[in-house]
């Protein structure tokens, strides 16, 4: 019975995988990691086409990371994983606003709760769908596989421009329990544990891994010495894994807790001083001297005076089960999970000690999904998966604007107005969302020869989208407060989208043929569609005029996006796989593209256009660019790892944008009779980072890194210990190069000038891995990467100072690891 489950568990796991990805025929370009004994790279398996395969033989690009490399160079955070993958850059700054970004485009970033990532994230074979859920420590990794382009033909939901794909540690019946504890600057101190063993021996396996992480932040609040951007976060995860004659089951549940401050965006200086006819424009300081009588105290965004500033406490839990059986020559796969994501944040109610407002969204998230596949084996001429997946999600998004003890003098510009009649009050929408979604799939793979292959997929999704926002104000007492709030808000008090719902059928496609033309050399090429579902505007406002006067609802659900990619490429092995090299490129057509836009259709009584953000679509978006990636041994336990990319990513057709800050001058001053423009065209400009909420766009970028394993014999004789010793060393640098963060038409042009991560680490570890230690240092330049950044305005009712938003993987960091295996 026992070589019978062990035999029916390796052949299992080699005809299904474990995560696969959503689009068949991707292939992994990074390996890393060396051993002493053979000196070979660490060949981490990719699951791309339901099944287990050499990186090298997957027509498609895709990245990996395996576990020794992620457990060497203490890779744990999305962003950690982005100094290893070429086009891939995660902005994990909040909870609510994560942004996993491939080719430039991420999706609608800024807390946009009704939308979905262009980036989908599966976990162990779940598709995680809200942004929330990036925000974690993934610790016990298998690999993390980053896909490039459209999918949805073989499991989980569809995407546009790629997906994350994480596996963890299986449960094992072999008994062991690992602990790593770290100790690094800023008072930083992180503590993992796994054990795993049998339950029931050859039956039954259990896996725990628990992970503790906290420390200091690295910005000083003067207000009253409270440390921004700090770590403090556990976590638990917890699997069972049952292997039976002819199915096995995995049982897993996890649960991850934040309590941090980590939204934080420093003021760097003051507002502009001219918009851009050339008016002179009152500034922010002048304001906050009228309005509140206050001085500027600090233009640093390292010693802010942040007010009532706390932290956001962040919740995720999940379980998950999933069911492999065979029929046959055949596999049914069966997944089923439950996720939820909590957040409630406490964000300051002004900076410089002022005491005005502060703007909150407390999200909740509840996901339930299930997923049956069935797939032929592997080896075969024609090999096949056919499989639904089905998706019911509910989000709410509960917005409250708090206002304080200052608010009302601020808002009507008036230090003598007074103050209780905004002290107090709470501006609340109540925004939610819902989807029911339903998918078939397909996607097979026929081996005409030894040399050609044809892959293609299908897949056709119903789905029902249904959104609504209430708002109201809590706390109101008598008349006044109604105007001070209406003041406040630009004219909204109470008001009711009603729910709207839309229903869409979706079609997703690949063709993708490959071609070998000898053992080294294989081209391939492919064809792609894909489809994200429409967004769901949870910040819904009605369009008032100055005199409260209703003029039009914002959109409650925009258009699906549609995505059409084309890719061609070539992998190569040279030196008896000594030499790797693949190179691919893209051209990448979405249309529909789903953003944060800007209405200026409307106009109050006295004629000034009313202007409002919401989502909606830009007519057509286009990436184009390359990359490649390699890995060569010159000489034995030595492995250099190289990758790099061209992204060029454009505004297509995107007549109506709204306009930079500057060009929004009030009617005051107007210039020889020109008003403020109402839109200005984009089409034809590059995508930054200072437009619809996007990441900023780095058009070149670089990796370059190695390891190096160098065995000492018995090193520790003398002092007790006879095993052998091996020394191991790596250094990895990202370059990235200047990217834009203001709107390309702005008058007031902003960057973030090219840069590199350089991480490094040299340590000991005993053969038989029961002993590890290292020395580390991460961002050793000690680079300040800026991923937004604002010019300031003295106009409308939120003026502000410029400010900038620092990227997590701030700043230079060092310390020491202690791995030791238990037993």
Not at 29 to 38: K, L, M, N, Q, R
Not at 686 to 701: D, E, K, L, Y
Request: charged share 15%; glycine share 8%; net charge neutral.
């Amino acid at each position: 019975m026992r070589s019978n489950a062990f035999a029916f568990r390796r052949n299992l796991l080699t005809s299904v995988g474990l995560a696969p990805l959503a689009l068949a025929g991707f292939a992994t370009t990074i390996s890393t990691g060396a051993c002493a004994e053979d000196a070979q790279v660490e060949e981490v398996k990719v699951t791309a086409r339901q099944r287990e395969e050499k990186a090298q033989d997957v027509p498609l690009p895709v990245s990996v990371v395996g576990a020794k490399t992620q457990e060497r160079e203490r890779l744990e955070r999305l962003q950690d994983f982005a100094q290893k993958v070429p086009n891939f850059v995660p902005s994990i700054t909040n909870p609510r606003t994560s942004a996993m970004s491939i080719r430039g485009i991420s999706g609608i970033s800024g807390g946009a709760d009704g939308s979905e990532s262009a980036v989908g994230l599966i976990v162990d074979n779940v598709f995680y769908t809200h942004v929330g859920f990036q925000w974690a420590d993934f610790v016990d990794l298998q690999s993390l596989e980053v896909a490039r382009g459209p999918q949805g033909t073989l499991l989980g939901k569809n995407t546009t421009v790629g997906a994350v794909v994480i596996r963890t540690q299986l449960p094992s019946f072999a008994r062991s329990a690992t602990s790593e504890t770290t100790f690094g600057a800023y008072n930083r101190v992180t503590q993992k544990l796994n054990v795993t063993g049998p339950i029931i021996d050859d039956k039954l396996a259990y896996r725990v891994t628990l992970f503790y992480d906290r420390g200091n932040g690295w910005i000083n609040n003067q207000f009253n010495s409270q440390q921004l951007l700090d770590n403090n976060r556990w976590g638990v995860r917890g699997q069972l894994y049952y292997v039976g004659d002819n199915f096995t089951d995995r049982l897993i549940f996890d649960r991850l807790r934040s309590d941090e401050y980590n939204n934080y965006s420093g003021v760097t200086g003051d507002s502009f001083p001219f918009w851009a006819n050339g008016a002179r424009a009152t500034t922010y300081a002048q304001l906050l001297a009228s309005r509140l009588r206050r001085p500027i105290l600090t233009f640093s965004p390292y010693e802010p005076y942040s007010t009532r500033l706390g932290k956001l406490d962040q919740r995720t839990t999940g379980v998950s089960n999933e069911v492999n059986y065979t029929i046959g020559e055949n596999t049914l796969t069966a997944v089923s999970a439950w996720r939820e994501f909590i957040l409630h944040p406490n964000n300051s109610t002004g900076n410089q000690l002022t005491d005005i407002a502060s703007n909150a969204y407390d999200v909740y998230v509840d996901q339930y999904s299930h997923e049956t596949r069935l797939a032929s084996p592997q080896g075969g001429e024609f090999e096949w998966t056919i499989g639904n997946y089905n998706l019911y999600e509910t989000i709410w998004s509960y917005n409250h604007v708090d206002y304080g003890s200052q608010a009302n003098q601020w808002f009507q510009n008036n230090f003598n107005a007074n103050p209780y009649n905004l002290w107090g009050l709470s501006y609340r929408n109540d925004g939610k969302a819902r989807t029911f979604s339903t998918a078939a799939f397909g996607q097979a793979t026929w081996h005409i020869d030894e040399q050609w292959a044809l892959t293609a997929g299908l897949r056709d999704t119903y789905e029902i989208r249904e959104g609504s926002d209430f708002g109201w104000i809590q706390g109101l007492s008598n008349a006044n407060q109604i105007a001070a709030v209406r003041t406040a808000t630009g004219g909204t008090t109470y008001f009711d989208t009603g729910g709207q719902q839309k229903t869409v059928n979706s079609i997703s496609g690949l063709l993708n043929p490959s071609y070998r033309f000898n053992e080294n050399v294989m081209a391939y090429g492919s064809v792609a569609r894909g489809e994200k579902s429409g967004a769901i505007n949870t910040q819904a406002l009605p369009i008032l005029n100055s005199g409260g006067v209703f003029q039009a609802w914002q959109p409650v659900i925009t258009k699906p996006e549609v995505s059409w990619d084309y890719e061609f490429g070539l992998k190569t092995n040279w030196f008896d796989n000594k030499l790797v090299v693949n190179v691919n490129g893209y051209w990448n057509d979405i249309y529909n593209f789903q953003s944060v836009l800007v209405n200026t259709d409307y106009t109050d009584v006295s004629g000034v256009p009313i202007r409002k953000n919401y989502l909606g679509n830009i007519g057509h978006v286009r990436l184009r660019g390359f990359e490649f990636d390699g890995r060569w041994s010159p000489i034995d336990r030595l492995w250099l790892t190289f990758s790099g990319a061209y992204t060029n990513a454009m505004y297509v057709d995107y007549a109506k944008a709204a306009p930079p800050t500057e060009f929004l001058w009030p009617a005051a001053s107007n210039v020889g009779g020109v008003s403020a423009p109402l839109y200005m065209s984009l089409s034809g400009h590059s995508i930054t980072g200072g437009v619809s909420g996007n990441n900023p766009v780095s058009p070149f970028s670089f990796n370059v890194g190695y390891n190096h394993e160098y065995p000492l014999g018995s090193l520790f004789r003398d002092a007790g210990y006879a095993g052998p010793v091996t020394l191991f060393s790596y250094a990895n640098a990202a370059w990235r190069s200047r990217s834009q963060l203001s709107n390309p038409l702005s008058v007031y042009p902003l960057f973030m000038p090219s840069y590199a991560i350089l991480n490094a680490g040299v340590g000991l570890k005993t053969d038989d891995d029961v002993y590890s230690f290292n020395l580390w240092v991460r961002n050793m330049l000690d680079e300040r990467i800026i991923i937004a950044q604002t010019i300031g305005t003295a106009s409308g009712n939120a003026p502000n100072g410029s400010t900038v938003t620092f990227d997590a993987y701030n700043p230079r960091t060092f310390g020491a690891t202690l791995r030791v295996k238990l037993y």
